[in-house]
């Protein structure tokens, strides 16, 4: 998702387009493959325009939320961390519970199961898949004493 769609849509939806609005949606679509915090958000935004604060964040984000256009989950140290929701064509995910990181697997091995729904008359509209764990680096420092 680039940033003027992000921005066109939440114009629709009767938001405006402020500075530090688009600064926060800039620090999401140049992150939009890795999940990351409120923190490095709100650090990130305020090197473009240090006005930015952390209430501004989270209401952005809340706006987003509403809108369906967010994705958060979780992370092992009970941080939550946030992406913008994926727009382009069907995929799942490996996310990394240590930083946030994720990958996209771009095939969906779901094929099968839509395939029996279809027998039983079933009419499958949707479904989600991500895979947790741990990337790379995350499970080497994970091992280190
Ligand atoms: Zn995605
Ligand atoms: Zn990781
Ligand atoms: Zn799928």
Known sequence: MNL???LNKLKANGYKTTEQRKVILQVLVSN???????ETILSKSKE????TNMSTVYRNLEILEKLDLLYKVI????????KLACSDKHHHHLICKGCGKTEV?????LKSLIQLSKEKNFNLTEHKLELYGYCKDCEYNKKQP
């Open 4 to 6: 003027n769609v992000l």
């Open 48 to 51: 473009m325009n240090p006005k």
């Open 105 to 109: 697997i771009d095939f969906c091995p």
């Open 32 to 38: 939009d493959q890795n999940l990351i915090s409120v």
């Open 75 to 82: 992370a092992e140290n009970g941080m939550t961390l946030y």
